[in-house]
């Protein structure tokens, strides 16, 4: 099931696409990128999912809200429940569409790797699992020579006797400034959260570096061009801060209409419960609408 | 619990699935690597070589004695008396001394690929094909004599006949190279990959070999002319294994379980029959009983020479190697079954079986 979901349909293109250009490491850059332009309404979505949470976070009414129940974390909860359910937020739709897109980057891994067969068994599966209109006597075996790579082995790059592991290097390079893009501005009075975001930005870059480092270097070459187009979508959308990556860049991202707004309650009505106009759940936009022109200045 | 906290855990989270997901993906996967003497069972499987008693079945040693995550072997090992010599996944090759308990007499560590097919020797000259794209030629004292250079790997085990060593290229070609250098004297385009072996017949001083183009031919040794080629009409299969000499005839199969005889001479159709299933493995020939041949499924038939089936045993597992013979029985490796190796004597009566202890 998976397999004929994914995998196969995956390393079909992928050899199609091989076949075009005759060389498998384009190939795989090429393809990489195509698979993110198909998810990337998935990645817009997150993006936004995330951007309306961080605006809420902001917002003054949640702050006071945090201030208030600072010692009542139920109550807390309940009313960030309140508001969520009132706005229309999730906290976890930003996560759904990045659930989506797992499978596709596993079968992505996975055809890559299937594609690269080396040893007999490895082609004989292969070659079973080509369409038929692919002339597998054409394609097979593929060149897994790419530059100086070959992208069945780990990649060593020998200067002077010394193999230097470029591709493992360029890819905690760039996972390093692909978590700083993406990562949302740290509360600064959660220390928690923020030493569980510090740990993320060092552990997942080191981790991505040892698995690009001993697997083969077709795999690296992916997560290059992966972390790579991923930056590039974010700075499309202009959520990207690169003040955060290079400190004497003074650009910020672009000033983009909030995607949510909340409306602070006045204090003589904070203790009443939120009144919700509609009963059925309106979405973010339809409830910025609602409340923009009562908007505090 | 703070939801920030809460979704930073679930981004671990799912990194850790991807992760995960991506370690699941398939990773060099291979089939047991068997060679036999007279005295001795050599099986290359994973992350160990075993020597297997050839009377009980037994495991007499596994080399190294603790397994090592990145040294995993396939390629099945070149007896020669007292040494074997062995290529693995981790770029060596090594001479093992066998007499007793395994000792490594040399390695030879220049490679940069794996070691996947068998080595040849010639006199003091060991040849190695490496799916670096090199054929390395090492003599006995572990020096590096040449390297020929190319653009695919090499996987298959290379035939030295008189000054010539001749190699199977997954290049579309069969290559020809000076014994003693290494330095190309002719390559020979062919219409697909070539995986397995060539044979030599000394009475036509020919080599005759298959592709995965969907065909099969005889070459000229001297000329490296394509004498006659055979495709059965283009209803020929891909060729994964080596053909079989026998009696005035050139045995061979296709993937698809078609097994063919014919002429060395002419390249005339002698006869065909289905083996009725899929067939990445090679014949095998027995000396005065006819020949093994081995379906994936795990079916397994000695043919006589009048292509009448004499026996027939269904092994757990799938084959994908040829049967390999001894002076006494038949060997047969399998994967994803209840045995690594299977023994039957000729007249197709189960000897033992081998599988390895965790």
């Known amino acids: ?297 | 619990m703070n939801k920030k906290y809460l979704r930073s855990l679930l981004i671990v989270l799912l990194a850790g699935l991807l992760l995960a997901g991506c370690a699941m993906g398939p990773r060099a996967e291979s089939t047991p690597g068997i060679s036999a003497d007279k005295n001795q069972i050599i099986v290359s499987y994973m992350n160990y070589v075993y020597k297997v008693d050839p009377i009980t079945g037994k495991a007499d040693w596994r080399y190294p004695e603790k397994s090592n995550i990145k040294q995993v072997f396939y390629a099945p090992a070149l007896i020669d008396g007292e040494s074997i010599y062995v290529g693995d996944f981790a770029n060596d090759f090594l001479k093992i001394n066998v007499t007793g308990t395994p000792t490594v007499d040399w390695t030879f560590s220049e490679a940069k690929g794996w070691y996947q097919g068998k080595a040849a020797k010639d006199g003091d000259l060991i040849i190695a094909p490496n799916s670096d794209r090199n054929v390395y030629a090492i003599d006995g004292n572990n020096n590096l004599v040449w390297t020929h250079r190319d653009q695919f790997a090499y996987i298959s085990e290379p035939l030295v006949v008189d000054d010539m060593v001749i190699v199977s290229s997954q290049d579309h070609k069969v290559v020809f190279l000076k014994k003693a250098d290494g330095t190309t004297i002719r390559e020979v385009a062919l219409n697909g990959a070539v995986i397995a072996s060539p044979v030599y017949d000394p009475a036509t001083d020919s080599i005759f070999v298959g592709t995965l183009g969907s065909e099969f031919m005889r070459i000229d040794r001297k000329s490296g002319e394509i004498l006659w080629r055979y495709d059965d009409d283009g209803t020929l299969g891909s060729v994964w294994a080596k053909p079989i000499l026998v009696d005035g005839q050139i045995i061979f199969n296709d993937k698809t379980g078609k097994i063919v005889s014919l002429s060395p001479e002419t390249g005339m159709e002698n006869w065909q029959l289905n083996a009725g299933g899929s067939m990445p493995a090679g014949l095998a020939f027995i000396e005065g009983q006819g020949f093994v041949a081995a379906l994936e499924d795990g079916t397994i038939t000695l043919y006589g020479m009048n292509q009448q089936a004499v026996w027939s045993h269904i092994i757990s597992g799938n084959v994908y190697n040829t049967p390999v013979v001894t002076e006494t029985m038949i060997l047969i490796g399998a994967i994803k079954g209840d045995n690594l190796v299977y023994a039957y004597n000729f007249q197709g009566q189960p000897v033992w079986t081998f599988k390895p202890e965790k």
């Open chain 1, 1 to 297: 099931m998976w397999d004929t979901l994914i995998v196969q349909p995956f390393t079909n293109v992928l050899l199609m696409i091989t076949m075009l250009v005759k060389n498998f490491g384009v190939a795989i850059i090429l393809f990489t990128i195509l698979i993110k332009l198909i998810t990337y309404p998935l990645t817009a979505k997150q993006i936004k999912s995330s951007q309306a949470m961080q605006d809420m976070q902001k917002s003054p009414r949640y702050l006071k809200m945090q201030e208030k129940y600072k010692d009542n974390k139920e109550k807390l909860a309940e009313e960030q429940m309140k508001l969520y359910k009132e706005l229309g937020v999730s906290p976890f739709a930003s996560c759904l569409p990045m659930l989506f897109q797992l499978p596709i980057i596993i079968g992505l891994y996975q055809s890559i790797m299937r594609a690269m067969a080396s040893t007999p068994l490895e082609l004989i599966k292969l070659e079973r699992i080509i369409y038929p209109f692919i002339d597998p006597t054409k394609i097979l075996p593929i060149q897994n020579r790419f530059l100086w790579m070959d992208l069945g082995q780990p990649e060593r790059l020998m200067i002077a006797g010394i193999g230097i592991p470029v591709l493992a290097i360029l890819v905690i390079l760039s996972t390093v400034v692909q978590t700083r893009v993406m990562q949302p501005p740290t509360d600064a009075g959660n220390t928690q959260t923020a030493a569980m975001t510090n740990s993320m930005n060092m552990t997942m870059p080191i981790l991505m570096g040892v698995m690009a480092y001993q697997f083969s270097a077709g795999l690296a070459l992916y997560f290059v061009v992966s972390n790579l187009t991923t930056v590039a979508q974010y700075a499309a959308m202009g959520k990207t801060d690169w003040s955060r990556i290079f400190p004497w860049v003074k650009s910020k991202p672009k000033e983009s209409k909030p995607s949510i707004v909340i409306p602070d309650l006045p204090d003589e009505v904070e203790e009443e419960p939120v009144i919700v106009e509609k009963t059925s759940k309106p979405s973010a936009r339809a409830s910025a609408k609602r409340q923009r022109p009562k908007m505090k200045k």
